[in-house]
């Protein structure tokens, strides 16, 4: 571990993955920063593989922190769920993409923002003020309920009657639900059954290297395996699939080769902030 800037900042390096900000030291300091209006939201394009269309947007959140530049979402968004900042920042990120989202829908037509896909936290869902404020950034934003698919992991999900209670409501509202970073959790396949999804994110892991085949290394098969059993179990299901983190044509084609149609990935588009993403809507709008 090592000190930054004024001492608040404690960066672990050499592969640990866990927490750059000590949570104690950060609690103050993203609350100061949410009223300060630091937060910014960027999109990433979701997009059709065969004609490079876009069909929606993940709104991921960065903290344009004064002295550090822009921060990634990893070195702040687990603090922010252990100090509970998850919530409000939650909120101003649905609001904000809401949005933007229905100036996108108005400008650019229905085709081009059929899913506005932000993440939501565990912590969200356990707050009794999810569904109103969800109902409330609709109602103040004028999105349409069925352009919303909260994207949600299996562990936030995996809790108990309260969250399913919640998730029905979201449902019956017509917002649709994603279960993102599929394939991960240990329970993935049981979760199904009585998740009410509408789309499945195959995760990142299971897209790299998955065009190396042609070595016929067992991995590439396994990831193969995986990617052709999920998009078999989402048709056996009615549900759609989304293919994360694609970085090459290669792993495109074998994706659309498997039956994927949808993707999302640095080779089809890198997040980018709202003016950015205006700009590749009106480049594609007439695709
Ligand atoms: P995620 O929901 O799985 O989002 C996808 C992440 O993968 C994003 O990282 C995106 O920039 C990155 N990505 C997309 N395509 C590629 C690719 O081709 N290659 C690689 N290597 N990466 C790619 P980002 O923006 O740093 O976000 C990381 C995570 O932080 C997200 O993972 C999500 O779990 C969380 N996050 C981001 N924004 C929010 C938010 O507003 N609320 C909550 N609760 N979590 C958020
Ligand atoms: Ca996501
Ligand atoms: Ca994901
Ligand atoms: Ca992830």
């Excluded at 100036?103 to 939501?120: T, Y």
Aim: a negative charge; hydrophobic letters at 45%; charged letters at 25%.
């Amino acid at each position: 571990a090592k000190q930054r800037g004024k001492g608040n900042w404690v960066r672990y390096h050499d592969g640990m993955e866990q927490p750059v900000l000590a949570h104690a030291q950060i609690g103050g300091e993203l609350r100061r920063a949410l009223d300060a209006g630091e937060f910014r939201v960027h999109y990433q394009p979701l997009m059709d593989l065969a004609t490079g269309r876009v069909v929606g947007v993940e709104p991921l959140v960065r903290w344009e922190h004064p002295t550090r530049g822009l921060v990634p979402p990893g070195e702040f968004v687990p603090a922010a769920e252990g100090t509970g900042l998850i919530v409000p920042l939650g909120r101003f990120v649905l609001r904000e993409s809401c949005r933007q989202a229905a100036a996108w829908l108005a400008e650019f037509g229905p085709a081009c923002m059929q899913k506005l896909g932000p993440n939501v936290s565990v912590r969200q869902l356990h707050d009794p003020d999810f569904v109103a404020d969800v109902r409330a950034a609709l109602a103040d934003t004028g999105l349409p309920a069925d352009r919303l698919v909260l994207e949600l992991t299996e562990s936030a999900v995996l809790r108990g009657p309260q969250v399913s209670r919640t998730l029905h409501e979201l449902h019956e509202m017509g917002v649709r639900l994603a279960l993102d970073d599929f394939g991960t959790g240990e329970s993935s396949l049981s979760l199904l059954r009585s998740f009410p999804a509408s789309i499945i994110k195959l995760d990142k892991s299971f897209v790299d290297g998955i065009e190396l085949d042609e070595m016929g290394t067992p991995e590439a098969e396994a990831r193969q395996a995986v990617a052709r059993a999920v998009i078999q179990l989402a048709g056996a299901l009615g549900l759609d699939t989304v293919a994360e983190g694609i970085e090459n044509q290669e792993q495109a084609d074998r994706l659309m080769r498997l039956g994927y149609t949808l993707g999302q990935g640095y080779h089809l588009a890198r997040p980018m902030p709202a003016e950015a993403m205006t700009r590749l809507l009106a480049a594609r709008a007439g695709l």
